[in-house]
């Protein structure tokens, strides 16, 4: 009995997810830079050569969002966004370009690319190689802030069911550790 | 029973994330449901209720200068929240830090760690890894030779720290016990040295995806350091300690000698690391 119910819980659960989880990106007032992937579907490749050389000709920092289409915390996560435009976006623009990976949940770590100039890595070894410590596991969604040569500003959490109220949300922003 | 074990199990899926269960609003809830902005300092009803239980009517001194915690705001992982200990104090004979108390306030277990030292530690400073099961602070209260309570804390934004399914990747080697000293020895001063135990340190609130079954908790309950037979600290620790158990720490060698580690689990699984020093 009760493996049933926790089996119509799982149920439930998944109803409940459902009808958000049709992830459309970083919305429109963002003026998010959207990054395809190339490669596909053997990889998963992005490439942040061209955000980065923006980000360098208009000083300014990388918010780089890696979301799944069929995953519903980013769904959580973009609505949000959505949701809290009129305060957030100045913040944003006045010291990001947002980066907006678009990529699904099938796609894993092992197939998932990250490209800065002449080298492309598999996403643990970006993340070594950048000194995140969040290598071991590919997260939905995942954020990371970038500076003009591609070091992390500061360690973010997997996920981002830390910063998805506006306080919060400024909190990353500002940097705050 | 059985209705008891149900509920538990949907409150633990809950904990997982699997499930979600409506709470009721309360008025210092934050938008969006998460717990209210609370500052480094503050107290916290489970720190209030922990305080009594651990030293009574005992005054713990929160005034900054005698030891310090460091923890990220926010870290990669709930279940691998980096902390460090500073201590400002020399161990002296005189005056020295003779216990510290690690707690997460609001994890199932708080009491993460307590560590009896010596003066042979050198230097009261400690760095470990800790799971932090929802929005709190971790504390560290240093207890000083001379019965005063020192208390530092930082409060920490992570979930689902407890409930993280656990690295089972290296199952055949638990146990094993690894002692690294990264720098040079210095003799007769406070010398850098690391402990690790290869240990899954299972909660107990850990899904296994497939059974639908909780893990057994099964963690590191006790680790011993000593060197040249004299010794170091002694650690009793809980599953609030991240996997695969590591303490970053101090030692005064005064002369060649062997650092060695006791540890214990819950199951009675007792292992020893040894590194030869000098």
């Known amino acids: 009995m009760p493996r049933f119910f926790v089996t119509a819980c799982l149920a439930l659960w998944l109803a409940w997810l459902s009808p958000a989880a049709n992830a459309a990106g970083i919305p429109a007032p963002y003026a998010p830079l959207v990054v395809e992937p190339i490669g596909v579907p053997a990889r998963y490749e992005f490439d942040l050569t061209a955000a980065l050389a923006r980000a360098r000709r208009e000083n300014k920092r990388l918010y780089v969002y890696l979301g799944a289409s069929d995953c519903p915390y980013c769904a959580k996560y973009e609505a949000f966004l959505a949701q809290n435009a009129a305060v957030l976006v100045p913040h944003f623009a006045e010291k990001y370009i947002v980066v907006d990976l678009r990529s699904a949940l099938s796609v894993t770590a092992q197939r998932l690319y990250i490209r800065v100039g002449e080298r492309s890595l598999p996403y643990a070894d970006f993340q070594r190689a950048i000194g995140d410590e969040r290598a071991r596991m590919l997260v939905y969604p995942s954020v990371w802030l970038l500076d003009q040569d591609a070091k992390p500003l500061m360690q973010m959490p997997a996920g981002n069911g830390t910063f998805q109220t506006v306080p919060e949300q400024l909190e990353i922003l500002r940097l705050e550790q | 029973m059985r209705r008891l074990n149900f509920i538990g199990r949907v409150l633990g899926l809950a904990a997982a994330g699997l499930v979600p269960i409506a709470v009721t609003p309360r008025a210092h809830a934050a938008p969006g449901g998460l717990p209210a902005p609370a500052g480094h300092a503050d107290s916290s009803p489970e720190w209030d209720n922990l305080r009594e239980k651990l030293f009574q009517a005992r005054p713990v001194d929160a005034t900054p200068g005698t030891v310090q915690i460091i923890a990220p705001l926010r870290a990669a992982y709930g279940a691998s929240v980096p902390v460090k200990i500073v201590s400002k104090l020399a161990q002296t004979p005189e005056l020295y830090v003779k216990r510290i108390y690690l707690l997460v306030d609001k994890n199932p277990s708080p009491l993460a760690a307590v560590l009896d030292l010596t003066t042979d530690v050198g230097q009261a400073d400690f760095e470990t ?50 002692l690294k000293v990264p720098g040079p020895v210095a003799m007769n001063q406070p010398t850098a040295a690391e402990v690790t135990v290869i240990h899954p340190n299972d909660t107990g609130f850990e899904l296994n995806s497939v059974t639908v079954m909780f893990i057994p908790a099964h963690f590191v309950r006790s680790i011993k350091v000593s060197f040249a037979e004299r010794p170091i600290f002694d650690a009793e620790l809980d599953f609030s300690i991240s996997e695969n158990p590591t303490l970053r720490f101090n030692f005064v060698p005064h002369g060649q000698g062997t650092l060695k580690a006791e540890v214990e689990d819950t199951k009675d699984g007792r292992w020893v690391g040894t590194l030869a020093v000098g």
Not at chain 2, 156 to 175: D, F, H, M, Q, Y
């Open chain 2, 129 to 178: 890894r800790l799971r932090v099961d929802e929005y709190s602070h971790v504390r560290v209260v240093a207890e000083l030779s001379n019965g005063r309570l020192h208390t530092d804390s930082r409060y920490v934004k992570t979930s689902g720290g407890c409930s993280a399914p656990p690295n089972r990747e290296a199952l055949n080697l638990i146990g094993k016990t690894l």
